[in-house]
Every structure is written in structure tokens, then in C-alpha cells.
């Protein structure tokens, strides 16, 4: 069973930085195909934060653009996502989501981002 377990969300004030991260049970040695956060506000829909696949190509919201970004460590089955510039609208609950060549998709069980003065 896989699980990805996130870690580094909290309260930052705007104008802020906050780094997220993501590691895959260490249980676990399936290679990811892609690994990367979505978010979801109260009342939105989830949407696509940032994505890296195993080649490093990354793939980010229209929103975070410029703001954010997302690394990973294939050794370690760790995707990474540092928030600089942060505003109220980035507040959410990020989830950490990975992917494998089968189609095969998983899900974290989400980390609180607030910001907020």
C-alpha cells in the first residue's frame, strides 16, 4: 500500500515563504512517473498546483507561476514544493499526489496551508 505522507504546512503571514514536502512510504520502491500538489479552497474544486515528472520537466498552475516551485528527490520518493510571495489566495489544503507509468494514482492525506496577517 502505498502512502504519501506531507509535511510543512502552517500559517504564514502574505508576502511569505513556506517549503512542503512529500515522501512515499518507505516501504515503497515504485518509481513514480510523475509526482507533484494540488490544492483545494473552501467552496473550489481542486486544482493542479505544480507536477515534475521523472525527466524534470515541470508543469504549474497559471496562478503560482513565478511563485512557486517544485523539485524532487528520486532516491528518496520525495516531491517538494517551495511557496515564495505568498498570498490569502493560496490558502488551502494541499494534497500531494504521485503517479505511476500504470496509471496508477495516489494521494496524500493533505497538509493546511493558511495566509493570513
Known amino acids: 500500500q502505498v502512502q504519501l505522507v506531507e509535511s510543512g504546512g502552517g500559517l504564514v503571514q502574505p508576502g511569505g515563504s513556506l517549503r512542503l514536502s512529500c515522501v512515499a512510504s518507505?516501504?515503497?520502491?515504485?518509481?513514480?512517473?510523475?509526482m507533484g500538489w494540488y490544492r483545494q479552497a473552501p467552496g473550489k474544486q481542486r486544482e493542479l498546483v505544480a507536477r515534475i515528472d521523472r525527466g524534470g520537466s515541470t508543469v504549474y498552475g497559471d496562478s503560482v507561476k513565478g511563485r512557486f516551485a517544485v523539485s524532487r528527490d528520486h532516491a528518496m520518493n520525495t516531491v517538494y514544493l517551495r511557496m515564495d510571495n505568498m498570498t490569502p489566495e493560496d490558502t488551502a489544503v494541499y494534497y500531494c499526489?504521485?503517479?505511476?507509468?500504470?496509471?496508477?494514482?495516489?494521494w496524500g492525506q493533505g497538509t493546511q496551508v493558511t495566509v493570513s496577517s
Open positions: 499526489a504521485a503517479g505511476t507509468l500504470g496509471g496508477d494514482n495516489f
Open positions: 518507505k516501504n515503497n520502491r515504485i518509481a513514480f512517473a510523475a
